[in-house]
Structures are given as C-alpha cells and as structure tokens.
C-alpha cells in the first residue's frame, strides 16, 4: 500500500485526514475528491476548499469512502 501523504504544497508529513470535496462546476453531484492532510494542513487545506463551497466532509484516512479519489 502507497504511503498517505499530506496534499498541501511541499509538506510530505503522513495524512490523518481526508477533506472529500467536489467543484458542482465541474463535478457531479456524488463524485468526492480527496485532499490528504497532515495535522498541521488540516485546518487550512479545508478552510480553502470551504471558502469556495467545495467541501463536502473531512473524515479520518481510514474512514476514505471507497471509490472517492
């Protein structure tokens, strides 16, 4: 298994969290992306996903739904 690691900009820490997200824009309705995050990223990776509607929920990395991503 690959190695989860935190999704924010040059950060390489492991990822606790998943922000699950869709861009209605782009996105159906049921499609859930994911954001990996560290403790340190947690906060502000899903303050910029919420600011811009995107978010839908943030989870722990082993409660990830299958077929998200």
Known sequence: ???MVCSAKGCRQ???WAHLWNNP???DGDRRKV???C???RLSL???L???G???ETVAVDAIPAGAG
């Open 50 to 52: 919420s600011v811009r």
């Open 39 to 41: 403790e340190d990223h």
């Open 46 to 48: 899903g303050e910029f």
């Open 54 to 56: 995107f978010l839908v």
């Open 35 to 37: 954001w990996l995050a």
């Open 1 to 3: 298994m690959e190695a």
């Open 14 to 16: 492991p990822a606790t």
């Open 25 to 27: 824009k782009l996105h």
